[in-house]
């Protein structure tokens, strides 16, 4: 049954990618799942209410619970790859699949908090806001400014970094540039030169143009325990992907 299941939120992910990108028809839905597509997947999901169709059943949309469902997951999916790429420095994409699909969202919004509650995911899409993100916004304004809006001389710690190019951010990444590192601006013309972890780095406009840093040392995030990339790291994730489960 969990398989299945798991399965049907294959389904309501896709939806809401396409939702982002302006999709609507079941063809659409089709050529995402490609091999895996299954029309009776979504004709039972209809029957949960959970998603509906128009324009004699050519077209497709979540319902107001089925985006419920779908934004628990897509959060969960995106705050999972964040993990892997921040935290183990190892690829994201399979272990995010695999914690999309805890149901425990006090998990979700720990390591939310934990991450410094990002805003979009590696590749540069949205996360989905949780409670924990609701709260921070009540009590801090324009935590999250660019790079670029740095004074030179300042110093503070990476938020996030806004990329959607694998390639930059791997590079960012082995240049030891990632979220809750402390970095300091020396200057920006001809290009962006930083400090970072013991040494200095030039970075080109679109780079540094991709790099979110805290406002403020108030907003300081708790500082993150980066580990490099090896076997050790990928099986502390694999248990927490475990602990992850049995709470659900």
């Known amino acids: 049954m969990a398989n299945i299941w798991h399965t049907k939120e294959e389904y309501l992910e896709r939806l809401w990618e396409m939702k982002e990108k302006g999709q609507v ?36 949309a979540l319902t107001v619970d089925g985006e419920s469902q779908a934004r628990r997951i897509i959060r969960a999916h995106r705050i999972g790859e964040r993990l892997l790429f921040d935290v183990f420095g190892e690829e994201f994409e ?11 969202v006090e998990l979700v919004d720990g390591i939310c908090t934990l991450l410094g509650h990002p805003r979009n995911c590696p590749h540069g899409m949205p996360i989905p806001e949780g409670d924990c993100c609701l709260r921070l916004a009540k009590t801090t ?14 110093s ?29 601006l020396h200057q920006r013309y001809p290009c962006y030169v930083v400090e970072c972890e013991g040494g200095n780095i030039a970075l080109d406009d679109d780079i540094a143009a991709s790099i979110r840093v805290w406002s ?6 708790p500082r993150q325990r980066h580990l490099k990339p090896n076997q050790k790291a990928g099986n502390r994730w694999r248990e927490f992907l475990r602990i992850g489960h049995r709470s659900g």
């Open 156 to 184: 503070t710690r990476v938020a996030y970094i806004e990329s959607r190019d694998d390639h930059r951010m791997h590079r960012l990444n082995g240049l030891q540039i990632r979220p809750g590192v402390v970095i300091r």
């Open 216 to 221: 403020n040392p108030a907003h300081d995030q």
């Open 94 to 104: 399979k272990g995010a699949c695999e914690f999309e699909h805890t149901k425990t």
């Open 25 to 60: 028809s079941v063809r659409d839905l089709e050529e995402a799942m490609a091999s895996d597509f299954d029309r009776t997947f979504i004709d039972e999901l209809s029957m949960e209410g959970l998603v509906v169709f128009t324009n004699e059943e050519r077209n497709i």
């Open 141 to 154: 304004n324009n935590a999250v400014i660019p790079l670029a809006e740095m004074a030179i001389g300042e």
